[in-house]
């Protein structure tokens, strides 16, 4: 039975240990209404130039191939990114180290369109560009990475920081998200009546990315 003395102890306090970091950023309006224009304009032409779906078939979420980075429609942006690795770099206290964009392709998520819980191997950050969002469709979850979590879950009287097993990021036009490549994330389903538009990318060490491994996603 536990004890209702709180007297008993001269002190106390909470160490929060081993933190995982998500690095949240909105560029100005002026930027990402360009960006996101040239984006959505080059996607539809992308789109154009692919079958359509099968008699009795609809798609749900659309995702392009990995190297937009390599158009120039997507250069302003990869240039904006660059930037946000570079401040995530200096965040972590990390040397200065060359690093790449492994990958950069675009997520289209229709009305009841959903992302299922995933990591990206073999890369070190990655990110979320966010093109188009909606009320209903402008969020993000981050499950907790601790797989013992999953063992004894018992009920809580309020979600706190130290309790819950996920956190739900808010996002908006114009936002970068990027965070560790193994942190496990998820898409809830798109409760708007648009699409959601935005572009995943990650990020390697050069040296790891050329001599050792190449990423896996």
């Known amino acids: 039975m536990a004890r209702k003395n709180k007297t008993i102890f001269e002190e106390t306090d909470v160490l929060r ?25 080059k996607l539809e032409q992308i789109r154009l130039s692919e079958p359509n779906p099968a008699p009795g ?51 289209i998520n229709p009305p009841d369109a959903a992302h299922r819980k995933h990591g990206h191997p073999n890369n070190f950050l990655s990110g979320v560009y966010y093109v188009r969002t909606h009320k209903g469709a402008d969020t993000i979850n981050f499950h907790d990475p601790r797989s013992q979590m999953e063992i004894i879950k018992p009920p809580v ?11 739900v990021v808010k996002v908006k036009n114009g936002t970068i998200l990027l ?31 050329e001599k050792m491994s190449k990423p896996l996603w």
């Open 157 to 167: 009287t309020e979600l706190t920081a130290e309790n819950t097993d996920q956190v």
């Open 17 to 41: 240990m081993f933190p995982s970091f998500v690095w949240k950023a909105k560029l100005k309006p002026k930027i990402h209404q360009n960006i996101n224009k040239n984006i959505i304009h």
């Open 57 to 107: 078939q609809s798609w749900q979420s659309w995702q392009s191939d990995h190297d937009l980075h390599k158009l120039n429609e997507f250069c302003e942006l990869v240039d904006c990114l660059n930037d946000a690795v570079v401040s995530v770099l200096a965040f972590l206290k990390i040397s200065q180290m060359d690093f790449q964009i492994t990958g950069v392709w675009a997520n």
């Open 179 to 209: 965070f560790p490549s193994w942190l496990a994330h998820s898409v809830d389903t798109n409760r708007s009546d648009e699409a959601r538009i935005s572009v995943s990318f990650n990020v390697m060490f050069s040296a790891y990315a």
